[in-house]
């Protein structure tokens, strides 16, 4: 389910705002999703029940800001938004199954 919405927002997102060049895009926005990579670093590697912004390293706040600012210049525009849509997907995640936003 969540992970459905990784793949379905961000094809949402190309459709709407970047129809020209919808494959570089998508593809992009769906790259952002190697930032779940950290979650190798926890133990056990994948739990449902876990909130993972605030608790893996790339899902923290200092990074966030960062991605934040890579919505602004062109070249890293779509990195940026494909990782504040992640970022948002993953604490709407931990509202629903944790009742927070992030730990
Ligand atoms: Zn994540």
Redesign the pocket.
Same mark, same amino acid.
């Given at each position: 389910m969540h992970l459905l919405l990784h793949f379905i927002v961000p094809a949402m997102v190309t459709g709407s705002f970047f129809r020209k060049e919808w494959r570089l895009s998508y593809l992009l926005l769906i790259s952002t999703m190697l930032? =779940?990579l950290d979650?190798l670093a926890a133990s056990p590697i994948y739990d449902s029940q876990r909130c993972?912004i605030g608790f $893996?390293p790339l $899902?923290t706040f200092v990074p966030i800001a960062i991605y934040f600012a890579l919505c602004f210049p062109k070249k890293t525009r779509l990195i940026g938004i494909g990782l504040m849509i $992640?970022m948002a997907l =993953?604490s709407i995640d931990c509202q629903y199954t944790n009742g927070v936003w992030f730990v």
């Open positions: 930032v =779940d979650h993972s $893996h $899902h $992640h =993953d």
